[in-house]
């Protein structure tokens, strides 16, 4: 890889109601990630924290049921913006959580030059819930939904109107935990899902071959979204919403090491990385670690 990475932090924890996420950027710069990016010979280039507001109390909104939406809102439109500006320069965008929630500002970004644009979701969860389905309101399990289009109009419209992203465009890896909503979105949209059930029957090498496969036929761009709560929390505790029987760091790594070799990822973010649950920053050491694996670090 040959170009700038541009990093951004996004400090927010507004998607939904445990605190501490919000410290995750600093949480993952603190366990090296500079130092660690800048040993594989790849110019960094550190933007630093995009302000976020934060209310004195977190707040629902009345007539959407939604968490603090106002708040998220502004916050994934600065991002948005952010983003952008890094694909005009030429340069890669990493971005540092922080929630979920801050997916759609990344990808309303990176979708007002890149029209033709493949999602790869690395989650425990599917994020396709919308304040109709959604037992909780939080936006964080909404990014998806939105990005295809679906949801509140303040945030499925940052940046431009309307989707961001083609369903079909959308593979998700390691999903073990979707509400009822979602599975009906999923076989409505046609959404290509690898459960924990096909990583483990098929293998993790399988499973990225034909994600890659995939992809490379139908889009132009791909970006990767990691949610830590991907890997089991055996591997990853420091995250809000844990699921047992995730994928292992070895798994990950190996998935971050396939799409390297790849040579298909364009962008990237690593959310939900929580300092406050987490053991002696584990999860954001890990998080460092998969990051330079996607960026080409080997151990010979």
Do not use: C
């Not at 594989?40 to 280039?45: A, D, F, G, K, V």
């Not at 502004?74 to 971005?95: H, R, S, W």
């Not at 939105?146 to 961001?164: D, F, R, T, Y």
């Not at 970006?223 to 990950?252: F, K």
């Amino acid at each position: 890889m040959n170009k700038t990475i541009s990093l951004v932090g996004v400090p927010m924890d507004l998607g939904q109601n445990r605190r501490g996420v919000d410290m995750g950027p600093s949480a993952i710069r603190y366990a090296g990630v500079l130092d660690r990016l800048e040993a594989l010979n790849l110019t960094i280039e550190d933007l630093g924290d995009i302000q976020i507001h934060q209310p004195e109390r977190h707040q629902r909104d009345n007539r959407s049921n939604l968490r603090n939406l106002e708040e998220v809102a502004e916050g994934n439109t600065k991002l948005a913006n952010v983003v952008d500006d890094i694909i005009q320069k030429g340069n890669f965008p990493l971005v540092l959580g922080g929630d979920h929630s801050i997916a759609i500002g990344t990808l309303a970004g990176l979708a007002k030059t890149q029209k033709n644009l493949g999602v790869i979701w690395y989650d425990a969860h599917g994020d396709l819930n919308t304040s109709e389905t959604s037992p909780s309101g939080n936006i964080h399990g909404m990014p998806l939904a939105v990005s295809i289009g679906l949801g509140h109009e303040k945030l499925v419209n940052i940046g431009e109107e309307g989707a961001k992203v083609k369903p079909e465009n959308i593979v998700i890896i390691g999903a073990r935990s979707l509400d009822d909503g979602e599975r009906s979105l999923i076989r409505e949209k046609g959404i290509k899902v690898f459960t924990m059930h096909e990583v483990d029957r098929l293998g993790m090498s399988n499973v990225m071959n034909e994600t890659i496969q995939y992809l490379k036929e139908r889009v132009d761009n791909v970006h990767l979204s990691l949610d830590l709560d991907g890997l089991d929390p055996q591997d990853a505790p420091g995250v809000g919403t844990p699921v047992i029987g995730g994928m292992s760091y070895r798994e990950s790594h190996l998935a971050m090491e396939m799409l390297a070799e790849a040579k298909i990822i364009t962008s990237a973010e690593f959310v939900e990385v929580n300092p406050i649950l987490d053991e002696k920053n584990k999860t954001a050491s890990i998080a460092v670690g998969l990051m330079a694996s996607l960026l080409g670090e080997k151990l010979l």
